[in-house]
């Protein structure tokens, strides 16, 4: 994983960093959090976002690392503040509008961006030039599939292995998120 940094201004809203605290790998993360300073985090709150680039920089010595950070990503779809009408849409729609989602949980700075290419009708090419490590993003990307498509879809999500990630020194990160 790349050294994980990001503006001193930026913010993330506390009902989307409540995802570090409840996600399946938890017990895990906890001492990072309890490290930090974010065991306690009130929902309506902005909280710094260095905070969290210095807790995942802590966690990349750790072997779990991997499963982690996309269980961390699996559970920010579950807590980020997703505007009601988009509830109810396609898993294509709501990729289209995944920039839009990224930047409503975060304000100040440079975060970076998410754009979405329609490839076919089931299958999107995405392009992260985000602060937040790969695996993470594969995990959203993972939380996204699961949860605006239907239970009998079957679908995959892959990371495009003709171009180096950012966490491997790459300008992007491609993710490929395909359903049937």
């Given amino acids: 994983m790349r050294k994980l940094q990001c503006d001193p201004e930026t913010e993330i809203i506390g009902q989307t960093l409540l995802s570090y605290i409840d996600n399946i790998q938890a017990d895990e993360i906890q001492p990072y959090l309890e490290k930090y300073g ?3 985090v009130e929902p309506e709150k902005w909280y710094p976002a260095n905070k969290l680039m210095n807790l995942m920089n802590d966690m990349a010595a750790e072997a779990n690392l991997s499963n982690n950070l996309v269980a961390l990503g699996m559970a920010t779809v579950e807590k980020m503040i997703i505007p009601p009408e988009m509830a109810a849409l396609p898993l294509s729609t709501v990729l ?3 920039n839009d989602l990224y ?3 975060h304000r100040g700075g440079e975060i970076g961006y998410v754009k979405a290419e329609k490839i076919t009708d ?9 602060m937040y490590p790969d695996d993470m993003v594969y995990g959203v990307a993972y939380g996204l599939a699961l949860r605006w498509l239907p239970n009998t879809v079957n679908f995959k999500i892959m990371y495009d292995t003709d171009i ?3 966490d491997n020194g790459g300008e992007d990160t491609i ?3 395909i359903w049937d």
């Fill in 38 to 40: 974010l065991t306690n």
């Fill in 96 to 98: 289209e509008g995944w």
């Fill in 103 to 105: 930047h409503l949980q």
């Fill in 122 to 130: 089931h299958h999107y090419k995405t392009t992260h030039h985000l």
């Fill in 164 to 166: 180096p990630r950012r």
């Fill in 175 to 177: 993710i490929h998120v």
